[in-house]
């Protein structure tokens, strides 16, 4: 249905080579900061645990969206020691008092009726789970869930995937969100896993979009093509998810930059660059600051970087393929 083309990822693999993010991008106080271990554990965990189809996620105040704003709520959190972090105290709330607490935690005027944040019940019940989880078998303690793992993803059940599984916001077998919590681990300076080779690459809705663009990933099947041109809900979006991470891992190889930080690339690209808004067409971003130039050491971000190679560009089309439209807690 859906396949790599190998040669199209080489290409972007070789422009890639020259790329380089910006330090800065690492020194953010979401990861980088004087919080106790359990504290910046549990910012993480749990912020990755309700990040999802965060579409509507904005604050007007802040000129946030999506992700960005859920690490100034998560930093916020642990600014002010506030028991959300504590699994002791998660387990107490029951459902309503859980979900009013985040949809205060998302909302500029600390109102929760002006919240942007949505399907509150499901992320409420996703951010409640991974509490009593910790609680019940690891002694409340995230640190420990992590030294069960061995530095290991996979380990005979027991490695970082495996036990992560168990939780019904990282139970998708395309693994998107522990990779994304992995990452944001390793660039935290938390954790560190010695089986390279299971590691699994992150792919979201944007970062979809931009490999089925560049030509990276390409559509065999005629009616799942018309579906993902013409924005048609999909059955299952495993196929063009499947195909992005046999991609990744050929750009990974080409460019000489480790798997997981095709997520720094791709992600902020498809974002802001590469979304409804085109750079190559619209010569504007999406986003203002451009989520692509903070990330990435551009001289002038007048250009997509990969419009020599971009298929859809090439053709004339750059906006023809949309990400798959499907309902999902996974991404």
């Known amino acids: 249905m859906v396949s790599a083309n190998h040669v199209r990822s080489e290409a972007v693999g070789e422009i890639l080579k020259e790329l380089r993010i910006r330090d800065k991008f690492f020194d953010r106080r979401f990861l980088k900061n004087d919080f106790t271990n359990e504290q910046r554990l549990s910012m993480l965990f749990n912020a990755v645990a309700i990040c999802h189809q965060t579409r509507n996620l904005y604050s007007p105040g802040h000129n946030l969206y999506g992700w960005d704003y859920i690490e100034k709520a998560f930093t916020d ?14 387990v107490t709330l029951n459902a309503k008092e859980l979900q009013n607490q985040l949809l205060v935690m998302f909302s500029d005027t600390g109102k929760a009726s002006d919240s942007s944040l949505d399907n509150i019940e499901e992320r409420a019940e996703l951010y409640f789970s991974i509490n009593k989880l910790i609680i019940n078998k690891y002694h409340g303690l995230f640190s420990e869930f992590l030294l069960s793992t061995e530095n290991l993803l996979l380990n005979n059940g027991k490695g970082f995937y495996e036990l992560l599984s168990e939780i019904n916001a990282f139970s998708d077998p395309r693994r998107k969100k522990s990779s994304f919590l992995l990452k944001l681990l390793i660039d935290a300076g ?4 010695n089986d390279e080779q299971n590691y699994i690459p992150i792919v979201d809705y944007h970062m979809q979009r931009v490999l089925l663009r560049l030509g990276c990933v390409e559509v065999i099947d005629p009616e799942y093509d018309f579906k993902l041109k013409n924005n048609i809900p999909v059955d299952t979006d495993i196929p063009v998810r499947q195909a ?15 798997v997981w930080v095709m997520n720094d690339i791709f992600w902020p690209l498809g974002r802001s660059c590469c979304n409804q808004t085109t750079l190559c067409t619209d010569k504007k971003c999406s986003k203002n600051p451009c989520t692509f130039d ?29 990400e798959p439209n499907i309902t999902t807690h996974y991404y």
């Open 190 to 193: 938390l954790y560190h896993f």
């Open 294 to 322: 903070l990330m990435i050491q551009t001289n002038q971000h007048n250009q997509c970087i990969f419009e020599e190679v971009c298929q859809s560009f090439l053709k004339g089309m750059p906006k023809e393929y949309n």
């Open 244 to 258: 992005c991470i046999d991609a990744f891992h050929t750009i990974s190889e080409v460019s000489g930059l480790n």
């Open 77 to 90: 959190l642990a600014e002010n020691n506030n028991p959300l972090l504590n699994p002791d105290f998660v």
